[in-house]
């Protein structure tokens, strides 16, 4: 079953550093999603893109990050420069379309710790 | 209102037994909710959803009651097995104007105990 794929599964970094995340969405998906979890809170909406842009981000994605889609099958997530409360798990997502059948498929994500 | 509120944070149910978990919702654009099973140290995987324009949906031993009127949702899990044992995530999503994130409640961790 195809599926998708996040690398690292966890990342340590001091703060202030540049992360970045990599995500390989499902082959045929056109949009990618960047979700957040922080531990024991809800998921949250980072970014959706569509077209090699973002098409809709939320307040929390502010200039500190980023989204790439640098070759036809990676998709990252940078984060400029780390800040403690950006420990969280970070997931990708994918989906066929955004309509009827634009079921979200999520990685396993990426865990984030900022010390 | 994009928040999506969700009860209890955490349930213990006999094998056997029905797991009951609620939603409420403000934002009446919402026309898509879904529900999203965890597992440790996995991702979310959709699990069943429904759209306002029906009141029930079942999917073997789930289903999601949907009271548009009262804006709530609630998932239902018949004869709950130590298999379910997961958290549990409803979510919601306005399908509209190009809109297409999901937001999620803060989720239920569900214990079945055998």
């Known amino acids: 079953e195809p599926e998708v794929t996040q690398t690292p599964s966890h990342q340590v970094t001091q703060m202030g550093q540049e992360v970045i995340l990599r995500c390989v969405p499902i082959s045929n998906h056109l949009y990618f999603y960047w979700y957040r979890q922080i531990l024991g809170q809800k998921v949250e909406f980072l970014v959706s893109?569509?077209?090699?842009?973002?098409?809709?981000k939320s307040e929390i994605f502010d200039d500190q990050f980023s989204v790439e889609r640098p070759d036809g099958s990676n998709f990252t997530l940078k984060i400029r420069s780390t800040k403690l409360e950006d420990s969280a798990m970070y997931f990708c997502?994918?989906?066929?379309?955004?309509?009827?059948?634009?079921?979200?498929?999520f990685g396993e994500g990426s865990r984030l710790t900022v010390l | 209102q994009q928040q999506v509120k969700q009860s209890p944070q955490s349930l213990i149910v006999q094998k056997g037994g029905i797991s009951i978990i609620n939603c409420a919702y403000e934002?009446?654009?919402?026309?898509?909710f879904p529900w999203y099973q965890q597992f440790p140290g996995k991702g979310p995987a959709l699990l069943i959803a429904i759209r306002p324009d029906v009141s029930e949906k079942k999917e073997g031993r789930f289903t999601i009651s949907f009271n548009k009127s009262a804006k709530q949702f609630s998932l239902h899990i018949m004869d709950s097995q130590p298999g379910d044992s997961a958290t549990y995530f409803c979510?919601?999503?306005?399908?509209?104007?190009?809109?297409?994130?999901?937001?999620f409640g803060k989720g239920t961790k569900l214990s079945v105990i055998p």
């Open positions: 979510a919601a999503r306005v399908s509209g104007a190009g809109s297409y994130q999901l937001t």
């Open positions: 997502a994918s989906s066929v379309d955004r309509g009827e059948t634009g079921e979200l498929f």
């Open positions: 934002n009446t654009a919402f026309d898509y």
């Open positions: 893109f569509y077209n090699n842009e973002i098409s809709e």
